[in-house]
């Protein structure tokens, strides 16, 4: 049996569970694979700091990245300590040095993978990520393997537990955003900073891996249009239960005409849906490819175990085709480097929308929004006034048909002009 030698960089959250699971399910790991995994070094930040838990073999503790890149004996660096800096420099190191290396590094992929990838292929090894995106989902393994043989057409997905946590907690009990944010930090799901988290940074870095995965193109990071929920109200989650939809922040990307529309953004979904239904800190993707039809995947999108399992199962397929002449599959295609994505300008995308106005509550109001609305080609779906005569300001609500994002919001800064408008005009997509 030969015994195949691991480094792990990071020990925290996700390095701990890892460990405890290698550890734990050994004899059925040497069933699966007949090898046995072996943790010779850990690379952490404080070498004196008291772990709750360390491999019962003893691995040697290093502050010192090069410690895991010169060891010819090891063959699979396990890179989970975030962030993009010293990450990258030891993930790129370790392909360099013909080493095969698992992540669960969204960012990094996001930002470098491209050239990752490349270097990946030019030393024939395996740069594995299944736990960079919605923890212990198989998405990464669904698209790359299960679902090779179809064209993608779409997908669409709640990648971030604490937004969507937020937005659950804001629309079952009815509290107010920052109440649902402190909830979320108290029970450990939301950092001290949520920006990543809240501003849908993170789920954007999630959505390019999938984007390469399912198209088998690079999207620039930056060229993404990304929109989180810090400015979502009470208001419009009770106006969208009205109207018999949830807001969920949503990861989207689709192919229209050869090019690729895609975005995060928080939207207005149908409450019957199963991504609707997701709670919690829970994560949901739908991909719809062209043979297969549409497939869901659910589960937690995060925890020391659920991420620790999807490192593992990367761990154990690379494991599997070690030593032999086997090309490891790291994008499922057969293109390196990646071409960049042909994309669809965000002006052009069309969808229904959702439009909160704050107005005087004078004759005229309903009259004037509908009239600059269809000015600009846009067609009401629904209308809804809750004010009440004493109201200083009142809120009108239209749901549209599809219309352009470009005359969308083209209309709204011509509305928000008028006197009668109190407040900027509140605009969500509806899936």
Known sequence: MKNIHLGIAGFGTVGTGLAKIIEKNADWIEKRIDKKLIIDKILVQNKSKERSFLPSNNPFITDNYKELINDEQIDIIVELMGGKDLAYTLVKEALAAGKHVVTANKYLLAVHGKELFALASTHNVGLFYEASVAGGIPVIKTLRESLTGDKIEHICGILNGTANYILSEMTANGIDFKKALEQAQDLGYAESDPTFDIEGIDTAHKLIVLIRLAFGVDYPLEELPIYGISQITKQDIHFAQELGYTIKLLAHVAETDGKLEAGVFPVLMPSHLLLAKTDSNYNAISITGNAAGAITLHGQGAGDFPTGSAVLADILELAKHMHTQTQPDNTGFNNSPLQDAQMLAPEFATSAYYFRFTVKDK??????????????????????????????????????????????????????????????????RIF
């Open 363 to 428: 004759p005229g109001v309903m009259a004037s929004l509908s009239t600059c609305l269809a000015k600009h080609n846009i067609s009401i779906a629904q209308a809804v006034q809750k004010g009440k005569p004493q109201d200083i300001e009142t809120p009108i609500v239209f749901t549209t048909h599809t219309a352009s994002t470009k005359d969308i919001f083209t209309a709204l800064e011509d509305i928000d002009k008028h006197d009668f408008i109190l407040k900027p005009t509140v605009a969500y």
